[in-house]
């Protein structure tokens, strides 16, 4: 049976491995443009209130990377 999106199991994808946070950081400048850094802290707290630690972590990961890009 496939996963959905609402499946929470140990052994769900992770985004680290999927993807990295540069390419994370590009796509969210280009679809986001200034409001970039706000949609990946919106994702980094869906992602902790979800109980998806390690999507936390990539999120919190790509918004330290827009803010020290000098792109928030």
């Given at each position: 049976?496939?996963?959905?999106?609402?499946?929470?199991?140990?052994?769900?994808?992770?985004?680290?491995?999927?993807?990295?946070?540069?390419?994370?950081?590009?796509?969210?400048?280009?679809?986001?443009g200034?409001?970039?850094?706000?949609?990946?802290?919106?994702?980094?707290?869906?992602?902790?209130?979800?109980?998806?630690?390690s999507?936390?972590?990539?999120?919190?990961?790509?918004?330290?990377?827009?803010g020290?890009?000098?792109?928030?």
């Open positions: 049976m496939p996963k959905t999106c609402s499946s929470h199991s140990n052994d769900d994808l992770r985004l680290w491995e999927l993807s990295d946070p540069a390419a994370a950081v590009d796509a969210a400048v280009e679809l986001y200034s409001d970039a850094a706000t949609a990946t802290a919106w994702c980094a707290l869906t992602a902790h209130f979800d109980g998806r630690q999507d936390y972590r990539f999120w919190c990961t790509v918004f330290s990377k827009l020290s890009n000098g792109r928030a």
